[in-house]
């Protein structure tokens, strides 16, 4: 396997480039932070608004269908992005990272005005339009992120191991952020108000704002940075005097780059298989298979409306929170070793994954045998009880999700040329989330046939 062939000469895992002086480094550790923030904050935002206006029209089945839109774009978008620049050797990092941010910015200052109305009293009447809206953002939303992980993860680990370390935990920061203000909002009104919704949104666009700012500033005034991310093409020999035509450098160029990825995943195989179970466990679980209200239980007239809003509001800020508790731990003086981390990551796929779904989905045969009773202590210590598994669990998948990616991200890069494990990192993730995304929704659907709930 080929070490990494980054510019950087860095002397610590958590220092920075030589190449940079403090004041550069600091600015630019600052800036990828930033930028993670902005990869993921918007899906969040999304969800939130998708599960809220589902609880006021009674009918949160459509809540699936937006992590599935943001899936299906990103892993269109994740395989053309390597087609493309494997074909053409053509890296333009920072112009991808540019227009990820300006075009997150375009959906968050496009849909502020437009989607506060869900929040008021009677808000049915303009659901469908809505639902519009954010079903196109979903898609835009799905193709800048894959945009912004592509570049961003790439550059910051061209960088140093610790500006990748920041980009990292800023990608599971930004979740988590939305959550928080989300949960705030709800909590100390009582129910998310258009100002809540628009303050979410505000902390999103100053963010991207500033992470935007500071790109272009250290593209421009900070000449090292910009070396440094620079790529060159490879040079193809030509023998014999053979002259190679537009299509077959295309085909030599793009079978060199699939073979080194295959040596990527041949050689890292432990962290590849990591990161897949990972993602696919995570994306089967959350958000649905933590809910034990049926997908057309909650509405503005029924009992179960502040029951089934109190639990997503607390199982996204726990989910989240425990990812960014997760990622903090790869400053820890020892790591397990990869084994270890693979283990952990089967003992999630399957023992955890299991356990969730059969409690959360076990739970709703309870509630809907004696959901009749109103005041059933039945009903009330199952609540009670699924409340704290569920909870448990989503803290369990948080931590581990965000301590075995970081690992996996950090022990790819350093040991793999950064193009290669970059793209076997981006395959890897976008197309197990669409996958996982998928395996949801058909068990949410089986299992809501299945016991006619």
Not at 428 to 453: A, E, W
Request: hydrophobic share 50%; proline share 2%.
């Amino acid at each position: 396997m080929e070490e990494s062939t980054s510019n950087n000469k860095e002397i610590g895992l958590f220092q920075g480039s030589s190449h940079l002086t403090l004041v550069q480094n600091i600015i630019t550790e600052v800036m990828c932070f930033l930028v993670g923030i902005s990869f993921n904050y918007l899906s969040e935002v999304l969800y939130s608004t998708t599960n809220d206006m589902g609880t006021l029209m009674g009918d949160i089945s459509f809540i699936y269908s937006l992590p599935l839109t943001i899936a299906f774009s990103n892993i269109i978008t994740v395989i053309s992005l390597i087609i493309f620049t494997s074909a053409f050797q053509k890296y333009p990092l920072f112009l991808l990272a540019v227009i990820s941010l300006i075009g997150q910015i375009i959906i968050a200052i496009g849909i502020t005005p437009s989607l506060p109305l869900i929040y008021e009293a009677h808000a049915s009447y303009s659901t469908p339009i809505e639902i519009s809206i954010l079903t196109i953002c979903a898609l835009a939303h799905g193709i800048f992120s894959a945009f912004n992980f592509a570049s961003f993860l790439h550059i910051s680990s061209l960088l140093s191991h610790f500006h990748l370390i920041l980009y990292i935990i800023g990608t599971n920061a930004g979740p988590m952020l939305s959550s928080f203000l989300d949960y705030f909002g709800y909590f100390v009104g009582g129910w998310k108000s258009n100002m809540d919704y628009v303050s979410m949104m505000l902390v999103l666009i100053f963010t991207e704002i500033g992470s935007l700012c500071l790109m272009v500033f250290c593209y421009y005034y900070i000449k090292p940075f910009r070396k440094v991310i620079k790529i060159e093409p490879t040079s193809l020999v030509v023998k014999n005097g053979f002259v190679l035509t537009q299509w077959h450098k295309m085909k030599i160029l793009l079978t060199s780059s699939f073979d080194e990825m295959k040596e990527v995943v041949v050689n890292l195989k432990h962290q590849v298989a990591s990161l897949l179970m990972v993602y696919l466990t995570s994306n089967i679980l959350y958000p649905g298979m933590f809910i034990y209200y049926h997908i057309s239980a909650s509405n503005q007239l029924d009992k179960n409306n502040d029951n089934y809003t109190f639990l997503m509001k607390n199982i996204s800020i726990i989910y989240t929170g425990s990812c960014v508790i997760g990622s903090l731990f790869i400053f820890l003086p020892s790591h397990i070793s990869k084994k270890t981390l693979l283990a952990a990551s089967v003992f999630r796929l399957f023992v955890i994954t299991t356990l969730t779904s059969l409690i959360s989905q076990g739970g709703m045969i309870i509630v809907k045998q004696y959901g009749g009773q109103s005041t059933s202590l039945i009903v009330n210590k199952v609540h009670l009880l699924l409340f704290v598994l569920m909870s448990l669990s989503s803290a369990i998948i948080g931590i581990t999700q965000g301590y075995i990616t970081s690992i996996s991200f950090i022990s790819m890069i350093k040991r793999a040329e950064e193009r290669a494990a970059t793209y076997v990192i981006l395959l890897s993730v976008s197309l197990i989330s669409f996958i996982g995304t998928v395996i949801q929704i058909v068990l949410v659907i089986s299992f809501s046939s299945l016991f006619d709930f």
